[in-house]
Structure formats: C-alpha cells, structure tokens
C-alpha cells in the first residue's frame, strides 16, 4: 500500500527527444505527488509537483500527466537535453508520510 | 525554492568514533525534518523523522540509539553517528518542510566515509 512503482530503471534518449518516466501507487491517501532531480553526490531537488485535483501541470520542458482512476502519474521531459541526464524519483505525499519511487537513471546523449 | 543546508558535504572518520551531521532551513521555519540513507543507484531510505522539539520518530530497523537526532529549533535539526563502522558509510541526505505546506525540500547530502 505504501510503494511507489517506478519504471524505466534506466532510460537513454537522444537529445532532443522525449523522456518518459512512469509511477504508480496503491494508497488512495497519498495527494500530493513530486518528481525530483538527483545529479551524483548531490541532494534530490524538486523539479515539479502536481495534486491529484488536475490532470496535467507542465512548467517549461516538463510537464507531469496525472490519471487519477488509474492511480498513476508520469513525468514528460521535452526537447532533452545532456544536462537532464540524473537519476529522476518520483514521489507520493500525505501529512508528513513521503514515499519515493526506486528511481530511474537518464542519459540523454549528444 | 526553499534553501536546506547540509553540513559537511564530505566525511572520513575513524571506527568507533562519533560524527554530526547538520540540516539547516537557511529561509523557511522547518517544522519537520527528515533524515534518509541512500546507498548507491538506490532510492532514498527514511530513517527518521523528526518535528521540532519534538522526539524523533524511527523508521523500523533503525537503531535510535546509534543514530541521536535532535531538532532542538525551528532551522536546525543534527544526525550523530555514533561510534560509527565501516557499515555505516553512506550518503545521508536531510530534507525539511514547513508546517502543513506539502512541499519537502533537501540538502545536498553527506557522504560519509568510516575507516
């Protein structure tokens, strides 16, 4: 009830293409849902966050798309980049309960 | 965003000796804050979580007495190892957030190295 299911583990784009991760969760409770950006020996930053409330928030290159029914949510990066390349967690939030998703490792090549 | 300071970024010590980590909120009142371990290419793993002035509460299998978290005010919240092991090198990361806002932000991260 407390996962967070995230898919690809790892994920290769070309620059320029389109980035694709993919989360789901079991607990209804959960209503508020964040994606953050890790680079290597860094902190987790918070890249964008959406409420189950709307179906799509998009700022600049991402955006995230939510179905609530399907009790899934996904993050699209635009126009990729190399200097997107991280490993992405996506999470999901209620009161002070954050569950993160297993993390997936993007390379966008040159 | 909201600004989180983690102090040291790096650090070596010796087994059995005992080293503090500091979170702090530089621009926000951090009413709680969570300390997670994330071993490499895994997923950040919760050890505690901790409201100011209050106790910290531990994640299942984490030794409270090995791991002393304090968040004696409403920017600074410490993790001391104690009488650290090899074991016990890892990257431990902070993050805090403000009162009911939802939004959860982290510092950079310690790694820690015991030899």
């Known amino acids: 009830q407390q996962q967070v299911k995230q898919s690809p583990q790892s994920l290769i784009v070309q620059k320029g293409g389109i980035s694709i991760i993919n989360c789901a969760y079991e607990?209804?409770?959960?209503?508020?849902f964040p994606w953050y950006q890790q680079f290597p020996g860094k902190g987790p930053a918070l890249l964008i966050a959406?409420?189950?409330?709307?179906s799509e928030k998009k700022e600049g290159r991402f955006t995230i798309s939510f179905n609530k029914s399907a009790k899934q949510f996904s993050l699209h990066i635009m126009d990729s980049q190399p200097g997107d390349s991280a490993t992405y967690f996506c999470?999901?939030?209620?009161?002070?309960?954050?569950?993160f998703g297993p993390g997936t490792r993007l390379s966008v090549l040159p | 965003g909201a600004v989180v300071s983690q102090h040291p970024s790096r650090v070596i010590c010796k087994s059995g000796t005992s080293v503090k980590i500091e979170c702090r909120s530089l621009d926000f009142q951090a009413t709680t804050m969570f300390w997670y371990r994330q071993f490499p290419k895994q997923s950040l793993m919760l050890m505690a979580t901790?409201?100011?002035?209050?106790?910290?509460?531990?994640e299942q299998g984490v030794e409270k007495d090995k791991f002393l978290i304090n968040h004696a005010s409403l920017t600074l919240s410490t993790l001391t190892v104690t009488s650290a092991h090899p074991e016990d090198s890892s990257f431990y990361i902070c993050?805090?957030?403000?009162?009911?806002?939802?939004?959860?932000?982290f510092g950079q991260g310690t790694r820690l190295t015991v030899v």
């Open positions: 993050s805090a957030k403000q009162g009911a806002r939802t939004e959860a932000f």
């Open positions: 901790s409201n100011e002035g209050s106790k910290a509460t531990y």
């Open positions: 999470a999901a939030n209620y009161g002070q309960n954050f569950v």
């Open positions: 607990n209804t409770a959960f209503d508020y």
């Open positions: 959406i409420r189950p409330d709307v």
